[in-house]
């Protein structure tokens, strides 16, 4: 943790000052106090001594509203959605980018300005997130004033996640490519297995996957079918089963093994999953979402947030902004460079776009039909390790268990309970206004299956995958539960008593009297 020596000579400077006071303008602001966590929301910068002041009371860094507001002062936790829409001005898209090395953090982030630029958008802006990551800023006033008949900023959060997912599609598409061992990014990087692994701490085989090229599913929704054929009768058949009897009473011979997506699609290409990668908060965003305001310290690394010329990003070094450097000071989400609805076949591009459905759906969403809520005892390792406190992931966290308990039967309400009490185990706990946004967003609509279990970024990169031997039969954990609830019904449920010699006797005479012919 940075000590209030390096807080206090970086905040005072009048030049950083005016340039986070700018950044806050109609936006709200929450101030961290160090392992003291936040100070109360929402909050506000008016002038550069404002910065000053909260920095000799102990703050550590500055965060800020990707939404702006017409009255910062009256939001409110209980807020409804309609509410907030009320006061809300609009929205900037800030696409928060991480990756375990910082030199993939910047060939990602390149990747996504030049899509971005593909799209007809020039008034980008980037900065250092402060640690490993960056982020990628587009102002409101780019957008058009409305999409599909509903005003634009009433988009949020909807847009700006989907924006985020169909850019990391459009990259994965059409920037990235797995040729051999190697995994090349816009023909101009290439990294070997070796490298990557390295880099990322996972093998080729986890960050690579293999996708279907009709749907675009990934292997997972991959079944392997099986053609048959009688050599008596000379009929064929198709099944997943390894042998198949024929209606004359052979056994079939087996012609050949088909592999066949749920789509019917039999094509596939080995593509890189970009989310074996990095990491994009903007996807899981939600209300009032913050991210590290432009020129703030980053209290794990001790350096700035500061603003890149984002043709320069592949350029950058972390030395540059160390507190004590000479960095420019530039204006982050620079409006006064925006021509309105230069983004708007981005936008009309991204709500378009149709992100693949999870390839492991329960049939006929059988969880939705069970008698009662499934018992924590019948929680998969991964979802009771979340709910015992984590260190890192505690976002996806969130995302995992609203998605996880509210397919396996529990009320909003209920999920706000275990949430509030989970986030007291967690180490650092995570801002309530981010549990409090993910619940209002899945309140009313119908339950979503959480990322499966082999999905590289979520449960083993945040560290709560422990598998025990039920594990080894499911794909995702709402599974886990419903098989193991089914057959605790079946435990429960009265085994009927074997008959006694005297009562078998009884059923055999009157099996016989009724098998007796009767007399006409």
Request: glycine share 6%; with cysteine.
């Amino acid at each position: 943790m940075i000590d209030i020596g390096l807080c206090l000579r970086h905040y005072k400077k009048d030049d950083i000052g005016r340039a986070m006071v700018e950044s806050a303008r109609e936006r709200e602001v929450a101030v961290r106090y160090g392992d003291r966590g936040y100070g109360k929301r929402p909050d506000t910068l008016h002038y550069p001594k404002d910065v000053l002041e909260f920095a000799k009371a102990g703050a550590t860094s500055f965060h800020v509203s990707e939404e702006r507001w017409t009255n910062v002062h009256g939001l409110r936790p209980e807020l409804k959605k309609e509410e907030l829409e009320a006061i809300r001005k609009g929205w900037d898209l800030v696409i928060d980018i991480d990756c375990p090395d910082i030199k993939l953090s910047k060939i990602i982030t390149w990747l996504i300005i030049s899509a971005l630029k593909e799209h007809g958008i020039a008034s980008i802006t980037v900065k250092f997130s402060g640690n490993k990551g960056f982020h990628i800023g587009v102002p409101y006033e780019a957008f058009p004033s409305s999409i599909h008949g509903k005003e634009t900023r009433l988009w949020f959060p909807e847009g700006p996640r989907r924006i985020a997912a169909y850019l990391v599609n459009y990259i994965s598409e059409n920037k990235i490519s797995v040729l051999s061992s190697q995994i090349v990014f816009d023909k101009k990087f290439a990294f070997s297995a070796e490298e990557l692994t390295m880099m990322t701490g996972k093998s080729l085989q986890d960050l690579t996957a293999e996708y279907c090229q009709a749907c675009g599913r990934k292997q997972d929704a991959v079944k392997e079918i099986n053609r048959f054929v009688c050599s008596q009768c000379g009929k064929e058949s198709q099944s997943r089963e390894d042998y198949v009897k024929c209606g004359c009473g052979r056994l079939m011979e087996l012609l050949e093994m088909e592999r066949l997506c749920r789509c019917k699609g039999r094509s596939f290409i080995r593509k890189l999953d970009p989310f074996a990668i990095m990491q994009v908060d903007t996807i899981l965003i939600s209300s009032r979402h913050l991210y590290r305001m432009p020129y703030s310290l980053h209290e794990k690394s001790g350096l700035v947030s500061i603003v890149i010329e984002a043709d320069s990003i592949l350029d950058f070094e972390k030395e540059m902004a160390k507190p004590d450097s000479s960095f420019a000071i530039r204006p982050f989400l620079d409006s006064t460079k925006a021509v309105q609805g230069e983004a708007s076949s981005l936008i009309i591009q991204a709500l378009d776009y149709a992100i693949p459905e999870p390839d492991d759906e329960i049939k006929d969403r059988e969880f939705l039909t069970l008698a009662e809520t499934v018992p924590k005892e019948l929680f998969p390792p991964c979802i009771k390790n979340i709910l015992s406190g984590i260190d890192d992931g505690r976002k996806r966290a969130v995302f995992i268990l609203i998605n996880f308990l509210q397919s396996v039967g529990y009320s909003i309400e209920d999920i706000d309970a275990i949430l509030t009490e989970w986030n007291t185990r967690n180490r650092e706990p995570l801002r309530e206004v981010v549990m409090k946004g993910q619940l209002k967003y899945r309140k009313g609509a119908k339950p979503v299956l959480p990322p499966n279990c082999n999905n590289p970024g979520y449960y083993k990169d945040i560290g709560v995958c422990t598998p025990d031997s039920f594990c080894q039969r499911i794909r995702n954990p709402v599974n886990y539960s419903i098989l193991k609830a089914k057959r605790a019904q079946q435990d429960e449920k009265p085994k009927r008593q074997k008959l006694t010699e005297e009562q078998k006797e009884m059923r055999r005479k009157h099996r016989e009297r009724n098998s007796m012919p009767k007399e006409q």
